[in-house]
């Protein structure tokens, strides 16, 4: 179900957290564009190689030998293009927050992954973990067996998140209890640019 039809939020729960060093919490932009190249790099190179050499005219085996493991790294790649996703939404990709959110997700929309609207949904999740208001336990209740969570669940995920970021670029407000730190307007305009960039992937 989407997130709006059910969403309840509920009190937050004070709870300890543990100290962490403050060189944690620092933006390094020159390691986040590694981080982006390393992720493209894989998904891009190595895609590429196992789509060449699947075509060669070299005997079967040969092929399956080196197109296989490019393959599954490939797919590593578009993996960690949703981290790059994930990272760019809370953030820390950049010191400059507009920066941060463009990049993650320009980057990620090359797999089809709705930075936005994960957005939406990954702030509240955050805000109110393991509670029955968490937008991870409506989206992820319905996969129950390991099966269904392999194949099934993180597909229902992207649909959840790319129907928030279809609402929220129509201008529809969200009954979440967290908010992004964007002001409507300006989150409505990043929810069309990233359709504009699921398109332009897309082509």
Same mark, same amino acid.
């Given at each position: ?19 962490? $060093? ?10 986040? &564009? @590694? #981080?982006? =190249?390393? !992720? %493209? ?17 070299? $005997? ?10 490019? &393959? @599954? #790294?490939? =797919?590593? !790649? %578009? ?17 400059n927050?507009?920066?941060s ?14 930075? %936005? ?34 194949l ?15 609402a ?36």
């Amino acid at each position: 179900r989407p997130l709006s039809d059910v969403y309840c939020p509920q009190p937050r729960r004070e709870r300890e957290r543990p100290p962490l $060093p403050r060189k944690f919490y620092e933006i390094r932009t020159w390691k986040s &564009l @590694l #981080f982006v =190249a390393y !992720g %493209v790099g894989t998904f891009v190179v190595l895609g590429q190689l196992a789509a060449v050499v699947s075509t060669m005219d070299i $005997p079967i085996w040969l092929r399956v030998l080196v197109a296989a493991p490019a &393959l @599954l #790294f490939a =797919a590593h !790649g %578009v993996h960690l293009l949703g981290f790059i996703g994930h990272e760019g939404i809370h953030l820390i990709l950049h010191p400059n927050r507009y920066v941060s959110i463009l990049l993650g997700m320009f980057v990620s929309s090359m797999s089809f992954f709705s930075a %936005v609207g994960y957005a939406i949904s990954h702030w509240n999740h955050h805000r109110f973990t393991n509670q029955e208001s968490d937008p991870d336990t409506i989206i992820f209740t319905p996969y129950q067996t390991l099966a269904s969570r392999i194949l099934f669940a993180r597909a229902g995920a992207n649909r959840a998140y790319l129907r928030n970021t279809i609402a929220t670029a129509r201008g529809d407000e969200l009954p979440v209890g967290y908010k992004l730190p964007f002001r409507p307007h300006v989150q409505q305009r990043l929810a069309q640019l990233n359709l504009m960039f699921l398109l332009f992937w897309v082509g």
